[in-house]
Nanobody
Framework: QVQLVESGGGLVQAGGSLRLSCAASGRAFSMYAMGWFRQAPGKEREFVAAISWSGGSTYYADSVKGRFTISRDNAENTVYLQMNSLKPEDTAVYYC?????????????????????WGQGTQVTVSS
């Protein structure tokens, strides 16, 4: 069983930065691929970024590429999402997710069905 707890959300002006954290329970965290997803009001949840077990491979949605950076610290059982140059359209609830069946990224790592553990989400609001 894996429990994920996100933190770091808040209100920020356009152009600003935030860093989200996702603290995970369980010794096997370091073996899991991890992902960030988001859901804006009235929209479906969408993929943001994913990272392999070692942090050596990352993958981003086109909408955040070059602005967001996913990273992880396996010693601290934590995955991060550094968000820079934030835009009002980045406003959403951000969710951390764990894929306990894979350590590396695949072509389906952006798919929600690949992830079997989810956090409760943290709100990010970007004002214009």
């Amino acid at each position: 069983q894996v429990q994920l707890v996100e933190s770091g959300g808040g209100l920020v002006q356009a152009g600003g930065s935030l860093r989200l954290s996702c603290a995970a329970s369980g010794r096997a965290f370091s073996m899991y691929a991890m992902g960030w997803f988001r859901q804006a009001p009235g929209k479906e949840r969408e993929f943001v970024a994913a990272i392999s077990w070692s942090g050596g491979s990352t993958y981003y949605a086109d909408s955040v590429k070059g602005r967001f950076t996913i990273s992880r610290d396996n010693a601290e059982n934590t995955v991060y999402l550094q968000m820079n140059s934030l835009k009002p359209e980045d406003t959403a609830v951000y969710y951390c997710a764990a894929d306990s069946t894979r350590a590396t990224l695949t072509k389906t790592s952006a798919a929600q069905y690949e992830y079997d553990y989810w956090g409760q989400g943290t709100q990010v609001t970007v004002s214009s």
